[in-house]
């Protein structure tokens, strides 16, 4: 199966920077961690806005997957809900409240609370 993961930062329905993508470790250093995209969109964000306080931000996140019996280009939605460490990364650095995640099921994007995403996260498949 082929994934791919998006995260895109909306501040005040004005500002929109995306999408960001997870980030791969070092190839000098395998055992370095990868970054995924909310990680990177936040730090990103974080730099540029000079640490500005993202209470007013919206993090949306799509992730679209292939099955294994499909073309790359059969692409559907699938749960766009982040880790377990995404979401305490989330809570520790920022003051996010919006999220706009994909559902497979609705096979669209839908709002989502911090507390739905706690709710329904995992472990990342990386620490599985």
Request: glycine share 4%; net charge positive.
């Amino acid at each position: 199966m082929y994934v791919d993961f998006q995260c895109y930062i909306i501040i005040n329905n004005r500002e929109k920077y995306g999408p960001f993508t997870p980030k791969l470790s070092s190839p000098s250093d395998p055992t370095m961690p990868s970054a995924h995209a909310e990680v990177v969109a936040i730090k990103y964000v974080q730099k540029i806005k000079k640490n500005k306080d993202l209470k007013d931000a919206t993090l949306a996140l799509v992730h679209w997957t292939t099955p294994n019996d499909t073309q790359l280009n059969d692409w559907i939605l699938a749960d766009g809900v982040p880790c377990q460490d995404c979401v305490n990364f989330i809570k520790k650095t920022t003051d996010i409240k919006k999220f706009i995640i994909s559902s497979s099921a609705s096979n669209g994007l839908i709002k989502a609370s911090l507390e739905d995403l706690e709710k329904n996260t995992k472990k990342s498949t990386g620490r599985l």
